[in-house]
């Protein structure tokens, strides 16, 4: 069974450009998560999404936004970047069932680098 | 207030032998679990082991076990005999509340070094 799927792996912007990640889950999975992960402020969580819906949201500016498609695939972009956005975003899987030991699953991430 | 502290920013050990990795948590649910995952330099996050909060036994996963203290709120995670290929970060979270519709929060980490 393939894991999840993060597109690209590495990407280098400029300030005020806007960017978008992709990610697709484990077959099967409807549910994907997306964290940031910086050296200061370790693993923070952006959103969650379910069955095309938002079903959770982190304590992120509107310039973070995510989709979900109807084959459980999801996208998160980046609009005018600041130099702060500069981390490595990684995106979870998992089956949406809502248990506390539902356990995610996740990608090797996107390292974003904001010049 | 951090849900989740790690107060241990780095650790040695030697290979073979066994390490703790402290994990302390905040929380007033009497409904959370708690989870491990390492973190390699690929940078994937590598599900560990989980503990429920209403588990009686401490949670066991081959080499890796959980020292669960309800009361000290406290879940460390012990690697018994290390390898090099344990060196990585590690990381504690916790989902809090019984339906499971909070998302997982993690702590800041654990960069363990296994030095042969």
């Known amino acids: 069974k393939a894991g999840v799927t993060q597109t690209p792996r590495y990407l280098i912007k400029t300030r005020g450009q806007q960017v978008t990640l992709s990610c697709s889950p484990i077959?099967?999975?409807?549910?994907v998560s997306w964290y940031q992960q910086t050296p200061g402020q370790g693993l923070q969580f952006l959103f969650e999404?379910?069955?095309?819906?938002?079903?959770n949201k982190g304590n992120f500016p509107g310039r973070f936004s995510g989709r979900q498609f109807s084959n459980s695939r999801s996208e998160m972009n980046v609009s005018t970047l600041e130099l702060g956005d500069s981390a490595l975003y990684l995106c979870a899987s998992s089956s949406g069932q809502r248990t506390t030991n539902e356990k995610l699953f996740f990608g090797s991430g996107t390292q974003l680098s904001v010049l | 207030a951090q849900k989740i502290t790690q107060t241990q920013p780095g650790m040695f050990v030697q290979e073979k032998e066994a390490v703790t990795l402290d994990c302390t948590y905040d929380t007033s649910d009497q409904s959370y679990g708690l989870f491990w995952y390492k973190q390699p330099s690929s940078g994937e996050m590598i599900f560990l082991i989980y503990?429920?909060?209403?588990?009686?036994q401490n949670a066991t996963e081959g080499r890796y076990s959980l020292n669960f203290q309800k009361a000290r709120k406290s879940a460390n995670l012990v690697i018994s005999a290390s390898q090099l290929g344990d060196s990585a970060m590690y990381f504690c979270?916790?989902?809090?509340?019984?339906?499971?519709?909070?998302?997982?929060?993690f702590g800041k980490g654990t960069r363990l070094s296994v030095i042969a």
């Open positions: 503990q429920g909060s209403y588990d009686e």
């Open positions: 999404y379910f069955s095309e819906t938002q079903r």
């Open positions: 979270a916790m989902r809090e509340g019984p339906a499971g519709n909070t998302p997982l929060v």
């Open positions: 077959s099967g999975h409807r549910s």
